[in-house]
């Protein structure tokens, strides 16, 4: 029996999803205006957050809810790895650093993962899915704004790993309905996946603000 969980996500997340669009410098990068410091400082705080989220999915593999969408082909850490390798070279660990909204969003991973790491479907369905759908659009106007090669630079956006996208998708979607979880936990996923959203807006945000410093 389904829980309906896929088209709870999609429906509840929809206002989420808009208002991340509408951010300012969100609204910029679709329009192919992209700052290359910019770009490099959003992949090294996502580093933090995929290195973060896929530890505490990774301990919790065994997790009834976490186990049914357990797909390891979709990790970032290693492509964001490749991404700062190209852009720092080989001293990147030590170049790199969290800001605070990053700081923040880590934070809210390790607390449900300590407390209720069902939860954490909610943040993996609004990366992973954003990742492989919208962010090969955000990858192919990289390329061109910051004439990059191939995927030198945007290897996050690479799944090598899943060569039909869109079949990937529908699988994902077809697992989620089969966690074993009651409404209540459902909503709390909806709820989680939201909040992820909000915390993704705030590193934008505040990668914005030290953007617009920058340029006097």
């Not at 999915?57 to 186990?67: A, L, M």
Request: charged share 25%; with cysteine; proline share 3%.
């Amino acid at each position: 029996m389904s829980n309906n969980l896929a088209i709870k996500l999609r429906s509840g997340t929809q206002q989420a999803h808009r208002d991340a669009e509408n951010i300012g410098l969100m609204k910029c990068f679709v329009q192919g205006v992209v700052d290359r410091e910019y770009f490099i400082k959003f992949l090294s705080n996502l580093y933090f957050v995929y290195s973060e989220l896929e530890t505490e999915i990774d301990k919790n593999k065994q997790h009834p809810v976490i186990s049914l969408m357990y797909f390891p082909e979709l990790n970032r850490q290693a492509s964001l790895e490749k991404d700062m390798m190209f852009y720092h070279g080989n001293l990147w660990p030590q170049v790199i650093s969290p800001l605070t909204a990053t700081q923040n969003y880590i934070a809210r991973i390790y607390e449900i993962y300590a407390h209720e790491p069902a939860l954490l479907l909610g943040h993996a369905y609004t990366r992973y899915m954003g990742d492989i759908s919208r962010g090969q659009m955000l990858r192919n106007i990289a390329q061109s704004a910051l004439k990059l090669s191939g995927y030198e630079g945007t290897s996050f956006y690479n799944f090598e790993q899943i060569p039909d996208k869109e079949e990937f998708k529908n699988r994902y979607r077809q697992a989620l309905d089969t966690v074993p979880i009651d409404d209540i936990t459902a909503d709390k996923i909806v709820a989680e996946a939201n909040d992820a959203f909000c915390l993704n807006m705030e590193i934008i945000k505040e990668l914005e603000s030290i953007l617009i410093q920058a340029l006097g």
